[in-house]
């Protein structure tokens, strides 16, 4: 079992940035890849970063490449999300999840955080 708790989300003006955090405990940390998802309200959970076990691999869909960024401390049992120029459709509840193998799409994961919500003004 795994266990995730995201932090760093709250309210950001468009264009700002936000550093979201994925704390996990219990089993091996690098023996998982982790993704982050968002679902935003009357919308399908979307993948916006995923990351392989030694943080060697990364994905983005176009929707965020080139203003998230995905990293994690093994040491520290961390993955975290760094957001910069978000827009208002970037806001949504942001999720952690945590995988046996890289992976690219929403499917396929095994633990699942409580999620942390981001919102954007305009």
């Known amino acids: 079992q795994v266990q995730l708790l995201e932090s760093g989300g709250g309210l950001v003006q468009a264009g700002g940035s936000l550093k979201l955090s994925c704390a996990a405990s219990?089993?091996?940390?690098?023996?998982?890849?982790m993704g982050w998802f968002r679902q935003a309200p009357g919308k399908e959970r979307e993948v916006v970063a995923s990351?392989?076990?030694?943080?060697?691999?990364?994905y983005y869909p176009d929707s965020v490449k080139g203003r998230f960024t995905i990293s994690r401390d093994n040491a520290k049992n961390t993955v975290f999300l760094q957001m910069i120029s978000l827009k208002p459709e970037d806001t949504a509840v942001y999720y952690c999840?945590?995988?046996?193998?890289?992976?690219?799409?929403?499917?396929?994961?095994?633990?699942w955080g409580q999620g942390t919500q981001v919102t954007v003004s305009s």
């Open positions: 999840a945590a995988a046996k193998s890289w992976l690219k799409t929403t499917a396929g994961y095994d633990y």
């Open positions: 219990g089993r091996t940390f690098s023996n998982y890849a």
């Open positions: 990351i392989s076990r030694s943080g060697s691999s990364t």
